[in-house]
């Protein structure tokens, strides 16, 4: 088995938005929205 960085990485995204906690997240719905259905429409 490989670990670590020596292996592909999984399919995923990173997004900043900025002066967001976890408990403002939801206020940012419009933003945050069509960004999670479009990951999860993408195929992999």
Do not use: C, E, Y
Request: aromatic content about 2%; cysteine-free.
């Amino acid at each position: 088995n490989i670990h670590g960085d020596m292996q592909p990485r999984p399919a995923s995204r990173l997004v900043i938005l900025p002066d967001t906690t976890h408990v403002t997240l939801m206020n940012h719905r419009q933003t945050l929205v069509p960004m999670v259905n479009d990951f999860l429409d993408a195929k992999p």
